[in-house]
């Protein structure tokens, strides 16, 4: 019989190995779904930033990218602050104020930078604006709102695309804080929870899960390998939390591995939900990841959804809870194993016993009389034939005879033959 335990995620389990007590290794996916990952010496680096510079303006932080744009204002108002400056020193306005200007109330680089930043901003105070003396002052107001339209563009793009980012959405999808194994329909299965804390959903999902092994070789090598989960209901439509569950069975990674084994062992389970949202139709995925530490052996979710006359009603603070359930430690080869020898014990007991339809019907009560004698009694009555000789002139008797005797007894009239003598008769 497989032994049956109910594990307690609290206690406190140290695993020793051949080179004593496991050490705390760093995750490959953090609990927000981030990688743990840095990148050195990537060769041209920050061309490759620049060659796509909107992505990593929509990657990188808000504070940054509220600089670079305050920057790329300031630093393009001075720029042709001191183009417009230049262009009224050469023209001979700063020196001469009876000289028909470039520019008119320009006659300092306070003023030139004023009117730079009225002219990219639209404002238009109304005392500064621009004359026909000079053409070159035209052409680079004219540049200058070009740009300005550019840099408008570039920022509102920018802010737009920050914001429908799908880092944003996916922190309103949640996953469980652990993962249980528990028995479902027979089977050993891996479950963990996730649901949308939203109240517009996403128009479809699919869930995906893997495990994944980081080996270290006493070279520095690092070997990452990957091993795919198969998921029941791998396609899900998240209103309501689901529980997502992996069926331990032949083929899984997890098949010949029994509590013990668990605690020893040193692999990161990680989960992932992509999804389109309902309200913008962008792709999202969100992630996690559960360490050995995580997985909960003999645990089940608790129910969190309950019926009323007019509503589903989702209780989010059981999101997390879980309740302590009997569950076999073994590993699911074995229990199956144990599974199949039980019941082919069951089938062998039920052929051996034998079938009522054969046996005799003898009564239950103890009797003095021989079972010879119940058998004959139990046995039908051989029907009885009675064989007369007749005369052809002479009618057939009328035997009197009950209706129980008629049922075992039958009457043969044989006409007699001359031939036939009386001695022989």
Avoid at 42 to 63: C, G, H, S, Y
Avoid at 193 to 210: L, N
Wanted: with cysteine; hydrophobic share 35%; proline share 4%.
């Amino acid at each position: 019989m497989p032994k049956y335990l109910s594990v307690n995620p609290f206690e406190d389990i140290s695993v020793k190995t051949e080179n004593g007590h496991r050490s705390k290794k760093q995750r490959y996916v953090r609990k927000e779904g981030s990688c743990s990952v840095v990148f050195r010496h990537v060769p041209e680096e920050w061309l490759l930033f620049v060659n796509d510079i909107f992505t990593t303006l929509v990657e990188i932080r808000w504070r940054v990218m509220f600089l670079i744009f305050a920057s790329s204002y300031i630093l393009s108002w001075l720029f042709f602050g001191i183009l417009f400056f230049v262009i009224a020193l050469a023209h001979g306005d700063i020196k001469d104020h009876n000289n028909d200007p470039c520019v008119y109330e320009v006659r300092s680089f306070t003023a030139a930078f004023l009117f730079s930043l009225e002219t990219q901003t639209t404002i238009g105070y109304g005392f500064r604006g621009m004359s026909e003396n000079c053409m070159i002052a035209i052409i680079i107001v004219t540049i200058q709102d070009v740009i300005s339209c550019f840099i408008d563009t570039f920022v509102i793009g920018i802010v737009v695309a920050k914001m429908a980012s799908a880092r944003k959405r996916a922190q309103t999808i949640g996953f469980s804080n652990r993962a249980v194994i528990n028995l479902r329909d027979g089977y050993l299965c891996l479950s963990w929870r996730i649901g949308d804390f939203r109240r517009h959903h996403m128009v479809e999902g699919s869930s995906c899960a893997q495990i994944l092994h980081t080996t270290v070789h006493a070279t520095g090598e690092v070997n990452i390998a990957y091993e795919d989960l198969a998921i029941q209901q791998k396609d899900i439509i998240l209103v309501t939390p689901t529980t997502i569950s992996h069926r331990i069975e032949p083929g899984s990674p997890l098949y010949k591995m029994s509590l013990e084994d668990l605690r020893k062992a040193d692999f990161e389970l990680l989960v992932s939900f992509t999804y389109t949202d309902d309200s913008s139709g962008i792709l999202h995925q969100s992630r996690t990841s559960y360490t050995v530490d995580e997985i909960l052996w003999g645990h089940l979710f608790q129910e969190m959804i309950r019926v009323s006359k007019k509503h589903y009603r989702v209780d989010y603070n059981l999101f997390n809870n879980t309740a302590k359930v009997l569950v076999p430690v073994v590993s699911a080869e074995e229990y199956e194993q144990k599974k199949n020898e039980k019941e082919e014990q069951k089938q062998l007991r039920l052929y051996a016993r034998p079938s009522p339809r054969h046996s005799p019907r003898c009564s239950p009560r103890p009797s003095s009389r021989s079972p010879q004698k119940c058998d004959k009694e139990n046995r039908l009555n051989a029907p009885t034939v009675t064989v007369e000789l007749t005369q052809d002139n002479q009618p057939e008797p009328n035997l009197p005879t009950t209706e129980a005797e008629s049922q075992h007894q039958e009457t043969l009239a044989v006409s007699r033959d001359p031939t036939i003598t009386e001695q022989e008769t």
